[in-house]
């Protein structure tokens, strides 16, 4: 009996040991006959690694648990042999591991947060972990043993583990759509784990069978048809039913997410009232839930696109107009698609102090590095897209996660959770890994999806696009950064030492003269000890760049301490125009002009209109003509010849529209006579000999043209061709 005990309070193998059902019920009876008897002190005493219950402590949970028990209604008082000892085993194999006392050494350095406090939310997103083992991938310590993942994110400090739960996430068949095949099984099994080390639990139920966010909010296959109202009774029943599951498997439930970044929607419905109205019940579900078993659990909704912050403020006066009833309002913030540090403070405060609701960061991450674990493609690359500050580093991945909680925790915000930093790859980058990704659903989707998602998951599944945003590397093994969560308080220190060098590049004009920067910064761990130092760059390499023609080449240089650095050189044609397809907020470099009363044109945020990015000038009149341009003037252009063009698109215009590009230089003007000819049929009329003598010109776009007719303009680009 105390062999048993001792493995299960001291967190042993025994976990992952399949034993027999016979060993498994008498192992379980003899464990409830210990607490009765409270003969398990012996065995808890002095557990190695972790803080364990004592048996005084146990007997008063116990006793606690009991009391509570009896105030519940009458179908839940009688608890079977098998249950009473399923939770006698939960509370018995509970470990948890004290936060530092003072700051640490480390292989990383983190500034401390002073006014932190213990209970911040240190929370990690670990749904694919079961996909994970099942696949073949072990986790390892930091000892390099293998170790149960849940045991190694509690030692770095985790206090909060998310769970996302899918309805039915598998096709007719059983076969798993993937992301972690997550359904409440998956969501039990996952939150015992956390729980037995002393861990809270935030199950995040999407109410789809499969991922839902902006991009779509399926229903459940099971809920087709219904009503809105059926739904949302359809919903207030699974949520009860699951939430019933989870606390009776003795999963430490502490919040319930109702719904994923449910911006434009929830469950196949889209319409406000109705949305609230799911919302409403399955905030009902939970409260419920709570009461019955005595638990405060916090109710959270989610939503994401925070750099909207209008957008935010009109989702939570809706909740507040309708009456829903929630704790926690929760926001998704990556920091390279979603903003600024600031602006997600802005939003937390509004959220606290006009709605009075708390708030979390339910979602967050970023790269330590730019390679692909799987073969499959990252989402975030690590190369184009970093954050100016942050490298694809493991120093640089802690530095971020510190930094969003320093500034969270200064806007009053409860804790952040890091998205999937488990999620580690299945297989070998050189492999092919897909039989993996199919069976297990270790992917992020696998083909079995396509029915019920065609138009994503259908088209793109595969494996996963996450790994190098993990807190493990490829193998399994924690990152140095995934200590950050323990050292938020009182921080951590190093040797100093150089996190990175931004990358530096030039970009020359053909027939222009290569300049290369002086000295280079030098970002390191400890960000206060950044510095400029002085750069020399190999002369006979950048003697041998051509700039007579467009090219790319690399300089290497070296620092004073013999750092080697490399200057990436493009030469090329440089575009003149400033904001050239208005993708920029800032359009006041542009001057537009037009006849009549009614402004017919505007900058038009719609992809499929613009010929680069996103935005173009728009125009359009329902029952005027227009008579318009847009033009934009220079006055210190390097003397030359210049060419000048222009792409548009756009239709139902009359014959005798006119339409011109031109270019004033030296009072004179030259222009491009043109007609649109359908939508996307872009058209690229051209000025091809511009001369500039005194560095002045002005260009632009100038239309006359019928009511009714419409198109875009996007792309204007001026190159110097020539001395």
Same mark, same amino acid.
Request: charged letters at 25%; glycine letters at 8%.
């Given at each position: 009996?105390?062999?048993?005990?001792?493995?299960?309070?001291?967190?042993?193998?025994?976990?992952?040991?399949?034993?027999?059902?016979?060993?498994?019920?008498?192992?379980?009876?003899?464990?409830?006959?210990? &607490?009765?008897?409270?003969?398990?002190?012996?065995?808890?005493?002095?557990?190695?690694?972790?803080?364990?219950?004592?048996?005084?402590?146990?007997?008063?949970?116990?006793?606690?648990?009991?009391?509570?028990?009896?105030? %519940?209604?009458?179908?839940?008082?009688?608890?079977?042999?098998?249950?009473?000892?399923?939770?006698?085993?939960?509370?018995?194999?509970?470990?948890?591991?004290?936060?530092?006392?003072?700051?640490?050494?480390?292989?990383?350095?983190?500034?401390?947060?002073?006014?932190?406090?213990?209970?911040?939310?240190?929370?990690?997103?670990?749904?694919?972990?079961?996909?994970?083992?099942?696949?073949?991938?072990?986790?390892?310590?930091?000892?390099?043993?293998?170790?149960?993942?849940?045991?190694?994110?509690?030692?770095?400090?985790?206090?909060?583990?998310?769970?996302?739960?899918?309805?039915?996430?598998?096709?007719?068949?059983?076969?798993?759509?993937?992301?972690?095949?997550?359904?409440?099984?998956?969501?039990?099994?996952?939150?015992?784990?956390?729980?037995?080390?002393?861990?809270?639990?935030?199950?995040?139920?999407?109410?789809?069978?499969?991922?839902?966010?902006?991009?779509?909010?399926?229903?459940?296959?099971?809920? %087709?048809?219904?009503?809105?109202?059926?739904?949302?009774?359809?919903?207030?029943?699974?949520?009860?039913?699951?939430?019933?599951?989870?606390?009776?498997?003795?999963?430490?439930?502490?919040?319930?997410?109702?719904?994923?970044?449910?911006?434009?929607?929830?469950?196949?419905?889209?319409?406000?009232? %109705?949305?609230?109205?799911?919302?409403?019940?399955?905030?009902?579900?939970?409260?419920?839930?709570?009461?019955?078993?005595?638990?405060?659990?916090?109710?959270?909704?989610?939503?994401?696109?925070?750099?909207?912050?209008?957008?935010?403020?009109?989702?939570?006066?809706?909740?507040?107009?309708?009456?829903?009833?929630?704790?926690?309002?929760?926001?998704?913030?990556?920091?390279?698609?979603?903003?600024?540090?600031?602006?997600?403070?802005?939003?937390?405060?509004? &959220?606290?102090?006009?709605?009075?609701?708390?708030? &979390?960061?339910?979602?967050?991450?970023?790269?330590?590095?730019?390679?692909?674990?799987?073969?499959?493609?990252?989402?975030?690359?690590?190369?184009?897209?970093?954050?100016?500050?942050?490298?694809?580093?493991?120093?640089?991945?802690?530095?971020?996660?510190?930094?969003?909680?320093?500034?969270?925790?200064?806007?009053?915000?409860?804790?952040?959770?890091?998205?999937?930093?488990?999620?580690?790859?299945?297989?070998?980058?050189?492999?092919?890994?897909?039989?993996?990704?199919?069976?297990?659903?270790?992917?992020?989707?696998?083909?079995?999806?396509?029915?019920?998602?065609?138009?994503?998951?259908?088209?793109?599944?595969?494996?996963?696009?996450?790994?190098?945003?993990?807190?493990?590397?490829?193998?399994?093994?924690?990152?140095?950064?995934?200590?950050?969560?323990?050292?938020?308080?009182?921080?951590?220190?190093?040797?100093?030492?150089?996190?990175?060098?931004?990358?530096?590049?030039?970009?020359?004009?053909?027939?222009?003269?290569?300049?290369?920067?002086?000295?280079?910064?030098?970002?390191?761990?400890?960000?206060?000890?950044?510095?400029?130092?002085?750069?020399?760059?190999?002369?006979?390499?950048?003697?041998?760049?051509?700039?007579?023609?467009?090219?790319?080449?690399?300089?290497?240089?070296?620092?004073?301490?013999?750092?080697?650095?490399?200057?990436?050189?493009?030469?090329?044609?440089?575009?003149?125009?400033?904001?050239?397809?208005?993708?920029?907020?800032?359009?006041?470099?542009?001057?537009?002009?037009?006849?009549?009363?009614?402004?017919?044109?505007?900058?038009?945020?719609?992809?499929?209109?613009?010929?680069?990015?996103?935005?173009?000038?728009?125009?359009?009149?329902?029952?005027?003509?227009?008579?318009?341009?847009?033009?934009?003037?220079?006055?210190?252009?390097?003397?030359?010849?210049?060419?000048?063009?222009?792409?548009?698109?756009?239709?139902?215009?009359?014959?005798?529209?006119?339409?011109?590009?031109?270019?004033?230089?030296?009072?004179?003007?030259?222009?491009?006579?043109?007609?649109?000819?359908?939508?996307?049929?872009?058209?690229?009329?051209?000025?091809?000999?511009?001369?500039?003598?005194?560095?002045?010109?002005?260009?632009?776009?100038?239309?006359?043209?019928?009511?009714?007719?419409?198109?875009?303009?996007?792309?204007?680009?001026?190159?110097? &061709?020539?001395?």
């Amino acid at each position: 009996v105390l062999k048993f005990l001792s493995e299960e309070a001291c967190g042993g193998n025994t976990f992952y040991k399949k034993e027999e059902k016979n060993m498994r019920q008498s192992r379980k009876r003899l464990l409830a006959l210990c &607490i009765s008897a409270s003969l398990c002190s012996a065995a808890l005493a002095g557990c190695g690694r972790g803080n364990t219950e004592t048996a005084a402590e146990t007997q008063k949970s116990t006793e606690t648990q009991e009391t509570a028990e009896t105030q %519940k209604p009458a179908e839940k008082q009688e608890t079977t042999e098998a249950q009473a000892a399923e939770k006698a085993e939960a509370v018995m194999g509970v470990t948890t591991f004290p936060l530092p006392e003072g700051p640490e050494e480390s292989e990383i350095y983190v500034e401390p947060i002073g006014d932190i406090s213990d209970d911040f939310i240190r929370g990690m997103d670990a749904s694919a972990v079961l996909a994970e083992e099942n696949s073949g991938v072990t986790y390892y310590n930091y000892e390099g043993e293998e170790q149960d993942v849940f045991m190694t994110l509690a030692q770095a400090g985790v206090n909060y583990i998310r769970l996302r739960v899918w309805n039915d996430p598998y096709d007719e068949s059983g076969n798993g759509y993937g992301g972690g095949n997550n359904d409440l099984a998956t969501g039990i099994a996952l939150g015992k784990r956390a729980t037995r080390y002393g861990m809270k639990v935030s199950i995040d139920f999407h109410y789809s069978d499969f991922w839902a966010d902006p991009k779509r909010q399926n229903a459940p296959k099971a809920w %087709k048809g219904m009503s809105g109202e059926e739904k949302a009774e359809a919903l207030y029943e699974f949520t009860k039913e699951s939430l019933t599951e989870l606390l009776d498997a003795g999963v430490d439930v502490g919040m319930v997410q109702i719904g994923n970044e449910i911006n434009n929607g929830m469950s196949g419905e889209t319409e406000v009232s %109705k949305v609230m109205n799911l919302l409403s019940k399955g905030s009902s579900a939970v409260r419920e839930i709570s009461e019955t078993y005595g638990k405060d659990i916090q109710v959270v909704v989610h939503y994401t696109n925070i750099e909207d912050n209008d957008g935010i403020d009109t989702i939570a006066s809706n909740l507040e107009e309708y009456g829903v009833d929630y704790d926690i309002f929760g926001l998704s913030y990556y920091p390279f698609w979603d903003g600024t540090n600031e602006n997600m403070q802005t939003v937390a405060k509004n &959220i606290q102090e006009n709605y009075g609701k708390k708030v &979390i960061i339910a979602e967050t991450s970023y790269c330590y590095t730019s390679e692909d674990g799987d073969g499959f493609g990252n989402s975030f690359d690590g190369i184009e897209d970093l954050v100016e500050g942050y490298a694809a580093t493991v120093q640089s991945q802690a530095t971020m996660i510190r930094d969003i909680c320093a500034a969270a925790n200064e806007a009053g915000v409860q804790g952040v959770f890091y998205w999937e930093g488990t999620w580690v790859p299945v297989g070998d980058a050189t492999a092919d890994n897909s039989a993996l990704w199919e069976k297990y659903g270790s992917g992020w989707a696998s083909s079995y999806s396509a029915d019920y998602d065609p138009d994503d998951a259908g088209l793109y599944y595969g494996g996963c696009s996450w790994d190098n945003q993990a807190m493990f590397d490829f193998d399994g093994h924690p990152l140095a950064s995934l200590n950050v969560w323990k050292y938020l308080k009182y921080g951590s220190t190093a040797p100093l030492a150089v996190d990175y060098i931004p990358e530096l590049s030039v970009t020359c004009d053909v027939g222009g003269e290569i300049e290369l920067p002086e000295t280079v910064a030098v970002i390191y761990n400890d960000r206060s000890a950044n510095r400029q130092a002085a750069v020399t760059w190999d002369a006979a390499q950048i003697d041998a760049i051509d700039t007579t023609a467009a090219g790319t080449y690399e300089v290497p240089g070296s620092l004073e301490d013999g750092t080697e650095v490399t200057c990436h050189i493009e030469v090329e044609m440089v575009n003149y125009v400033q904001n050239p397809s208005f993708e920029d907020a800032d359009t006041s470099m542009w001057n537009l002009a037009y006849e009549g009363s009614a402004n017919p044109t505007d900058f038009q945020n719609k992809t499929d209109d613009a010929y680069t990015g996103d935005v173009a000038f728009h125009f359009w009149s329902a029952d005027s003509d227009m008579d318009f341009s847009i033009e934009q003037e220079f006055t210190d252009l390097e003397p030359g010849t210049y060419r000048l063009s222009v792409y548009a698109q756009g239709g139902d215009m009359s014959e005798d529209s006119e339409l011109e590009l031109y270019a004033v230089a030296d009072g004179q003007e030259q222009n491009a006579s043109f007609m649109v000819a359908g939508w996307a049929n872009w058209q690229k009329p051209t000025i091809s000999k511009i001369t500039v003598t005194d560095g002045t010109l002005t260009i632009g776009v100038r239309m006359k043209c019928n009511a009714a007719s419409w198109g875009t303009v996007d792309e204007f680009i001026l190159n110097r &061709i020539s001395d």
